[in-house]
T-cell receptor, first 111, second 112 residues
């Protein structure tokens, strides 16, 4: 059974810092991996999707990597801003196209 | 382009009642997914519909059901409501199984 873990559960950093959020999964037979952000009381915003055949994806200040063999993905945020404060969720897509979710990392960027 | 829309925003019910939640996908998306986000439990996959058919179902009892209409909109029905059904219910749509899922803002269901 696929399990997805996100570490740390919470992170607080000063504005301007580069930071890395981690996601690990137990079964390397994944279809894809997505990173989302969720603002309080809101739905989810898709940030990046990495297909199983890809190693990384970039969008603006965000870069996500995927290492299936080690069961890990990282989300790199460059030059963090207060508007980046949110909960970041990692979700692994399995062969049934079902997303298995991590519990999220709550990120606070201090001005 | 309009995003995924869900209605109602909030829904208050009592135990034993039935709830209906609605979702309109992004235009052109044929797949609709439903998730439950209960406090302290994280996101749990509920149902996946594509082209009007139920394609996959999460580990939820049969009183959670739904359907997808010819215009690809969807509704989630929850019968015999229980207190633990209180949660944020999120709907997502995608243009294919290898495409990102885009989420609505959710329906917050409260059971009194």
């Amino acid at each position: 059974k696929q399990e997805v873990t996100q570490i740390p559960a919470a992170l607080s950093v000063p504005e301007g810092e580069n930071l890395v959020l981690n996601c690990s999964f137990t079964d390397s037979a994944i279809y894809n991996l997505q990173w989302f952000r969720q603002d309080p009381g809101k739905g989810l915003t898709s940030l990046l999707l990495i297909q199983s055949s890809q190693r990384e994806q970039t969008s603006g200040r965000l870069n996500a990597s995927l290492d299936k063999s080690s069961g890990r993905s990282t989300l790199y945020i460059a030059a963090s801003q207060p508007g980046d404060s949110a909960t970041y969720l990692c979700a692994v897509g399995d062969s049934n196209y079902q997303l298995i979710w991590g519990a999220g990392t709550k990120l606070i960027i201090k001005p | 382009e309009a995003g995924v829309t869900q209605s109602p925003t909030h829904l208050i019910k009592t135990r034993g009642q039935q709830a209906t939640l609605r979702c309109s996908p992004i235009s052109g998306h044929t797949s609709v997914y439903w998730y439950q986000q209960a406090l302290g439990l994280g996101l749990q996959f509920l149902l996946w519909y594509d082209e009007g058919e139920e394609r996959n179902r999460g580990n939820f009892p049969p009183r959670f059901s739904g359907r997808q209409f010819p215009n690809y909109s969807s509704e989630l029905n929850v019968n015999a409501l229980e207190l633990e059904d209180s949660a944020l219910y999120l709907c997502a749509s995608s243009g294919g199984t290898n495409q990102p899922q885009h989420f609505g803002d959710g329906t917050r269901l409260s059971i009194l």
